[in-house]
């Protein structure tokens, strides 16, 4: 696998359009560090990491619907920066994803943030994706 946070984004993506509760994806210290943002901007309904099933072990991710519509609380997961192209930004350059609705995942030299979080902080970084 090339580009192991793009699967991640496919899996969660492919798990929303068949409507699963819950999706298992392989976990990576990147992948735990985007489930936290997912989760602390209320995209997901929880998580849960299970070190001892594999190798670098697994990540259990229950997503969330809106109980009237049944629709997913993420419209939309969007790759930004891909192996062959990466994308950065400083941090007067971070992008807006849906003029303030959305959120940008930044990994940047304090972490893996939100462009709300590198904006405040004053510190640019690597586009991972956008997410709204």
């Not at 990147?30 to 929880?46: A, C, F, H, P, W």
């Not at 990491?49 to 997961?77: C, M, R, W």
């Not at 940047?108 to 970084?125: C, F, H, P, Q």
């Amino acid at each position: 696998m090339t580009d192991p946070i793009a699967d991640y984004l496919t899996r969660l993506r492919n798990a929303i359009k068949a409507n699963h509760r819950v999706v298992e994806i392989p976990a990576s210290n990147i992948k735990k560090e985007i489930t936290k943002v997912l989760y602390d901007k209320g995209y997901i309904q929880s998580y849960k990491f299970d070190d001892e099933a594999q190798i670098h072990g697994i990540i259990k991710i229950a997503l969330k619907y809106n109980p009237a519509t049944k629709n997913s609380a993420i419209v939309k997961l969007e790759r930004i920066s891909k192996p062959g192209l990466r994308k950065y930004s400083k941090a007067t350059d971070i992008p807006r994803v849906l003029n303030g609705l959305g959120v940008a995942i930044l990994s940047t030299s304090k972490g893996v943030l939100t462009d709300k979080e590198a904006r405040e902080m004053n510190i640019g970084g690597e586009v991972l994706c956008y997410v709204y």
